[in-house]
């Protein structure tokens, strides 16, 4: 017996594409927030491993953490943004994306050609956090002579750097707190997500500011907290990780500003 099969009514069609629309509209926001969970986990597991390798530098260097070599008489730490800052440990050629450069000095103060960090991470990708959408470029800081001018701040685009040349200030998603000494008496952060503010010395996290400076690096200018990320970092405003020396991660509310038993000097 022939059966007839009868055609969708454009009412029948017009009501499944309804009904597909809504379902989609359902999982939309479930799928996001997937893929979401989804970053910030792989930029937890960069945090770890960087933790594991700073402390495994510590391990072969009398438990001291590292810092970027700077001329004899001047204090370490206070210097490490001027001669290389974070990029400085992993590139001395940081071309970047060939028009925004950074330090390319091709060696330290004291002579060395090989980036403190070379040998003791996998790869430069890790620097990158993949929720960074985006980062500020503060013309070149990082550089005797460089521009230190914040005002002229620019938003960049980071991008996974698969070279050391690539490894430039806005390609990195992180703060490093330097000069510290590993012990196996207490924990100390060591990394963390960095803010769009600029992330040196003890000022970080839209800090108070460089004297004079207070209206670029406040917290007005992030439009965040003192202490507290804003809508324009890795994480939104929600907050961040922070990796300490025994590699352990946790995440850091943004509801409250960083509160450590020392101050914190971070190299950006």
């Known amino acids: 017996m022939n059966v007839m099969r009868r055609a969708f009514s454009l009412i029948e069609l017009l009501v499944v594409i309804a009904i597909i629309g809504v379902l989609v509209a359902l999982l939309l926001p479930a799928l996001s927030g997937a893929a979401d969970r989804a970053r910030q986990a792989k930029c937890m597991a960069h945090g770890q491993q960087a933790a594991l390798a700073l402390s495994a530098y510590a391990g072969d ?46 060696a330290y103060s004291n002579g060395s050609d090989i980036p403190v960090l070379r040998s003791y991470f996998s790869h430069t990708g890790v620097l990158r956090c993949p929720s960074d959408k985006e980062d500020r470029y503060y013309g070149m800081p990082h550089g005797p002579g460089g521009n230190t001018s914040y005002a002229a701040a620019r938003a960049m685009r980071p991008e ?109």
């Open 61 to 106: 260097n009398r438990s001291v953490l590292p810092t970027v070599p700077v001329p004899a008489g001047l204090p370490v730490v206070a210097n490490q943004h001027r001669y290389g800052g974070l990029a400085g440990f992993f590139s001395l050629q940081q071309q970047g994306d060939g028009t925004n450069v950074g330090f390319t000095g091709g």
């Open 160 to 268: 996974a750097p698969g070279r050391e040349e690539d490894v430039v200030s806005y390609n990195i998603s992180y703060v490093y707190f330097t000069g510290r000494t590993l012990t196996s008496l207490r924990v100390e952060a060591v990394w963390a997500d960095e803010t769009n503010g600029p992330d040196i010395d003890d000022l970080a996290w839209y800090g108070p500011g460089y004297p004079g400076q207070a209206t670029v690096n406040s917290a007005a200018a992030g439009a965040a907290g003192a202490g507290w990320y804003a809508p324009v970092d890795n994480h939104r405003a929600e907050g961040g990780h922070i990796a300490a020396t025994d590699g352990s991660v946790r995440w850091h509310k943004s509801d409250r500003p960083l509160s450590w038993r020392e101050p914190l000097s971070c190299v950006d």
